[in-house]
């Protein structure tokens, strides 16, 4: 059902995994995406091209999204592309897991810059961008913030800051008829998580055991989720913490 028919959407690491799904999503539910990406051009061009050979409408927007200047560029060339902006979706991120004895200045700032200052720089430009009826931003979170992991402090702590961003920015935007919700992954099966050698390890095979439905999330599993808090048919949700997990904690 094309519920976003005539919206248009930023998704933000969009070139692979969660984000190129939830693009490929909103897409299929009408809307017209910007894929934005930092250095996977080739990635994000594949994304554009399925989402076009379905008929809908996707240009690629390269940035980094820890850079403002990159930000207002993504933003700037979505407008000029479709006329419009809508819906924000946060999902670019980097992880990494360190025990606390080997976390370097470097390793913090580099997630700390992407998985926090990202959204922050981003959710101001589309403050700039969204018409008088107001839009939907998405923060892409992770159920480590709230049962995380050992070696996992850093990166628990950036998803820990944008589930906080969210709960402080729904009541700041809301009088804008801005909706800020969280959608909190547990384990996902992705190009990362395959390359980590998570898939069948037996650190997997314990997630798996510990979560109540029984198997891994697959992109699409979050993407439609997206799709709902995006749409008018969230209407009456903000400041809200999803968790899309399968019942994973």
């Keep these: ?3 976003l028919t005539g919206k248009v959407a930023v998704v933000t690491g969009a070139s692979k995994g969660i984000g190129a799904a939830i693009a490929s999503a909103l897409a299929a539910a009408g809307a017209a995406v910007a894929v934005n ?3 996977r051009k080739e990635a994000a061009a594949l994304v554009v091209d399925e989402i076009k050979g379905r008929g809908g409408r996707a240009i690629p927007a390269q ?3 820890s850079k403002a200047a990159d930000v207002t560029r993504v933003f700037a060339e979505t407008k000029e592309a479709f006329g ?3 819906i924000l979706v946060n999902n670019a991120g980097v992880a990494g897991m360190k025990p606390l004895e080997e976390v370097s200045e470097e390793f913090y700032r580099r997630l700390f810059d992407t998985n926090v200052l990202g959204p922050i720089l981003t959710i101001k430009e589309a403050l700039a961008h969204f018409g008088p009826k107001g839009g939907s931003i998405i923060n892409i979170g992770s159920v480590v913030s709230v049962s995380p992991t050992p070696r996992s402090a850093v990166y628990a702590a950036t998803k820990g800051a944008v589930a906080t961003l969210t709960l ?3 009541p700041e ?4 008829n801005i909706r800020v919700n969280t959608l909190a992954p547990g384990t996902v099966e992705t190009d990362a998580t395959r390359g980590d050698g998570l898939i069948g390890s037996e650190l997997g095979k314990e997630i798996v055991a510990h979560t109540p439905l029984g198997r891994f999330g697959q992109p699409e599993d ?3 989720v997206a799709v709902f808090l995006a749409s008018d048919e969230a209407g009456w949700v903000t400041g809200a913490y ?3 997990s399968g019942g994973q904690r």
Excluded: E, F, K
Aim: charged fraction near 15%; proline fraction near 4%; glycine fraction near 12%.
């Design 37 to 39: 990406y930092a250095g």
């Design 84 to 86: 419009s902006i809508d």
């Design 173 to 176: 935007l809301g009088v804008r």
């Design 242 to 244: 999803i968790p899309v």
């Design 222 to 224: 979050i993407a439609r």
């Design 168 to 170: 402080a920015l729904a």
């Design 1 to 3: 059902m094309a519920v």
């Design 63 to 65: 940035g980094d999204v």
